[in-house]
Nanobody, 121 residues
Framework: QVQLVESGGGLVQAGGSLRLSCVAS????????MAWYRQPPGKERELVAQ???????NYGSSVKGRFAISRDNAKNTAYLQMNSLNAEDTAVYYC???????????????WGQGTQVTVSS
């Protein structure tokens, strides 16, 4: 099993910044992709940012130029630096990792419990 622990959420004023962290632990062979999703109140979950094992990144259109995803492979950790936050960024943010549990087989997705980010206007 893989466990994900998220941290860094909280309340911030519009225009401010936050940094989220997601640490993966447990028994697995390799982490392929790491990503952040978010679910605003009353809306569906959406991709915020994704980074693969080679460092290639992909961002949701609403966060491009403001958010930056990174990862530390040695620490099995993903980060999301969020700048110029606005009220529309208010959501529960979820960490997602796609791992190979063993050297053979197909990747498996795991999700964190979520961390609340609230931006006051």
């Amino acid at each position: 099993q893989v466990q994900l622990v998220e941290s860094g959420g909280g309340l911030v004023q519009a225009g401010g910044s936050l940094r989220l962290s997601c640490v993966a632990s447990g028994r697995f062979y390799n982490i392929n992709a790491m990503a952040w999703y978010r679910q605003p109140p009353g809306k569906e979950r959406e991709l915020v940012a994704q980074i693969n094992s080679g460092g290639t990144t992909n961002y949701g259109s609403s966060v491009k130029g403001r958010f930056a995803i990174s990862r530390d492979n040695a620490k099995n950790t993903a980060y999301l630096q969020m700048n110029s936050l606005n009220a529309e960024d208010t959501a529960v943010y979820y960490c997602n990792v796609r791992v190979l549990v063993s050297s053979v087989g197909r990747p498996t997705d795991y999700w964190g419990q979520g961390t609340q980010v609230t931006v006051s206007s």
